[in-house]
Structures are given as structure tokens and as C-alpha cells.
């Protein structure tokens, strides 16, 4: 799994050895080298990485959601409503909620909806690592926004 936080230094034919990648939007755009602008653009950026080798592809939005693609499949996950407080940390939180979930064996898209509910608890509270759930804190917020 990757999270390309230095686009220029991932190698495009490189990415059919990653299992799963989660760029936000301007980090897909590095990778992609092609603006992203809308929900469209990200779910098409999602598919564009599929395409090239990375079995699950999720394009992080800058409000919070994702575009995630598997076998060609394009699903939006949209993040629940919450009070920002501190963005600081949520693309780590994504992903860290994100390979648990997969490394739980649940389906892709399951595992998106672990990583937006993650980030969307971490952005609550003020820094990085102090706003990241427990699993029984995570576990009654995923419950409260299904």
C-alpha cells in the first residue's frame, strides 16, 4: 500500500506492484499528471490508477470522502458531517483505518468507508496522533454514521 505523499517519486508503470494507493487529489494529479476538480474528475483519476495495475485505487477528496475503484468499479463515498476542528493528520488516520480494515479481511469498499469514518473522527480534534481514535471510540462512530 502506498499513500504518495511525493508523487513525482512514484514510477506510473510501478503502480501494478501496489496493492492499494490513496492520493488525495493533488497528489493524484502529480501521479496523473491531469487537473482534478470535481467528484467526476477524482472518480476518473480513481479508475485511471485501477487501470493501471493498482488493484484499489482511492482518491481522497479535499472535503472529505473518497473516490474508490476496484475491477473497474467506480463507487463515491461521501464523509460525514462533522465539526472541523484540525485537519492535521487525517490522511494518515485514512489509511491507517483503511489497512486494518483490509487486513481484516474486509471487501475494498468496506475498507474505504473505514478510512473516510477515521478521517472524519481524527478531523474533530485538535493535532495528529491526539485525534486518532481507539477501535471501541472508531467502532461507535462508524455505528453512529451508518
Known sequence: M???????EVELPLLE?????TPNEQEAEGLLKREIRTE???AEAARALNERGVEIACVKLRQGGCAVCCKGQVSMLAAPDVEVVDKTGAGDAFMGAFAAALAEGRPPLEAARWGVAASSFSVGRAGAQASY?????FLRFLDSIR
Open 2 to 8: 502506498v499513500d504518495p505523499t511525493f508523487p513525482e
Open 17 to 21: 506492484r501496489f496493492h492499494a494507493i
Open 40 to 42: 467526476d474528475d477524482a
Open 133 to 137: 481514535p481507539t477501535r471501541e471510540e
